[in-house]
């Protein structure tokens, strides 16, 4: 696993969002398929399943759209599940919970990054400022460049 992609970054590959165009020009270059976690696929799944159920038609649809575009990226081989060292990484990301000098981000903008790190990528595709100070002090690049 060279390159990890955070939620964040990951929703915008299956949903249209500002960050769509971007996120899509960042990938576009890299070998498939993606790897993921069970982690992020489960952080995806999830989402959209709760939308799927929300009381907004509106979100709804664009739910049961986003669900069906991740299922064919699933099956074409976009992205690949592949294992992770779990205890490593929650180990990392509690670390660096306990010596944050001030707020720690949320636990997800502390796993993501630590995942990566414990996987060994050199890439850390996001668009969260925390995440990717985190995964720059990690030693990753941090991909886009540019906010």
Not at 131 to 145: E, F, I, N, Y
């Amino acid at each position: 696993m060279t390159h990890y992609l955070d939620l964040g970054f990951l929703l915008c590959l299956v949903t249209k969002s500002p960050g769509s165009p971007v996120a899509w020009e960042t990938i576009r270059n890299l070998a498939q398929p993606l790897p993921l976690t069970v982690f992020q696929a489960l952080q995806v799944e999830n989402g959209l399943r709760q939308r799927m159920f929300d009381g907004d038609p509106k979100l709804q649809a664009v739910a049961a759209r986003a669900w069906g575009l991740w299922q064919f990226y699933l099956r074409e081989m976009v992205f690949a599940l592949t294992l992770a060292p779990w205890d490593a990484a929650f180990a990392l990301a509690r670390s660096w919970n306990e010596r944050t000098a001030e707020q720690p981000p949320t636990s997800s903008f502390l796993l993501h990054p630590a995942i990566a790190a414990s996987c060994g990528c050199s890439h850390f595709l996001s668009f969260q400022r925390e995440s990717r100070a985190l995964a720059t002090a990690a030693g990753m690049k941090v991909l886009p460049v540019r906010l």
